[in-house]
């Protein structure tokens, strides 16, 4: 190497230096114990969990809303036509009324009973008319979404009647068992509480004092 300042009588060398470090740090207690990064995983997995229980609530509840909103239905079509009958027998009672007032059996008085009894039952087959045209509505908006509207003008029939005689489970017992196992809103607080739990724990870690051990390794070459 030749010097362009000092001359050719100069030799010089490069200096190459290179380093390398690594420092670790490990909470012995608070934050390190006890699986408390786990813990944020738990949360996490019991947060999904519990909001699939939720989403199976919201569709349990649903179809119980369906299911209700049917039999309001189908017996509201039953009094309508328990009630069209009452009108029809009132009706001919009037008549009858009627005539026997013509030929002088029967007061005044006994044929305005009968018309105003016609009446107030008039007022019931109007009543329960509505009622029913009201629970055709409540179950078309749970089965039919608000932009058919094709639909919402369909009068629902009804063609699934009630059993007689219901089987019902006598095995009280059997029934909460399931009850237990398969409802979601059990499922979901008995999440709740394990959730609770990994809190508890995770609280309780960090009442604990700090303590780190770090570790570090270098090299200077030349």
Known sequence: FIDPVLGP?????????????????????????????????????????????????????????????????????????????????AQELVDITTRKLEQGLETRIGQVEGEAELAQREEELLTAVNTKEDANDALLRLVFAPDQLSEWNREIIPVTVPEEEMNLDRDQYAAIETAYRYRPDIMEARLRVERADVQVKRAENQVLPRLDLSGGYGRNSN
């Open 9 to 89: 009588e100069t030799n010089s060398s490069d200096i190459r230096t290179g380093d390398l470090n690594l420092s670790v740090t490990h909470p012995l207690l608070r934050d390190g114990a006890d699986g408390y990064a786990k813990t944020a995983l738990e949360l996490a997995a019991k947060d999904a969990y519990i909001a699939a229980a939720a989403a199976a609530i919201s569709n349990l509840q649903t179809l119980q809303d369906v299911i209700e909103a049917y039999w309001n239905l189908y017996f509201a079509r039953q009094n309508v036509a328990t009630r069209e009958e009452s009108v029809g027998l």
